[in-house]
Nanobody
Framework: QVQLEESGGGSVQAGGSLRLSCATS????????MAWYRQAPGKQRELVAS???????NSAESVKGRFTISRDNPKEMLYLQMNNLKPEDTAVYYC????????WGQGTQVTVSS
């Protein structure tokens, strides 16, 4: 059974940093490419960054150079280090496989004020 639990969100001013964490179940994590997604109010969910089981990463142009995705395979944890946050980064952030499974966690709210 897939389990995904995001944490680490909060409210920060522009230029600040946050580190998101995602606790997963073995069925979600093992050998899977994992990703962070986000959904801003009134917008569709979008892919932010992804990481393969071997550690190869990719990220959206809008976050390149600011966000870093990483994973701890033995702990089955996924992370997103977010630096130099901008108001347009405000959204609910989710972790999931890539391609995503049908099961989503509750997400964690990130709010960036100018």
């Amino acid at each position: 059974q897939v389990q995904l639990e995001e944490s680490g969100g909060g409210s920060v001013q522009a230029g600040g940093s946050l580190r998101l964490s995602c606790a997963t179940s073995r069925s979600a994590f093992s050998y899977s490419t994992m990703a962070w997604y986000r959904q801003a109010p009134g917008k569709q969910r979008e892919l932010v960054a992804s990481i393969t089981s071997g550690g190869a990463t990719n990220s959206a142009e809008s976050v390149k150079g600011r966000f870093t995705i990483s994973r701890d395979n033995p702990k089955e944890m996924l992370y997103l280090q977010m630096n130099n946050l901008k108001p347009e980064d405000t959204a609910v952030y989710y972790c999931n496989k890539l391609p995503s499974s049908l099961v989503w966690g509750q997400g964690t709210q990130v709010t960036v004020s100018s």
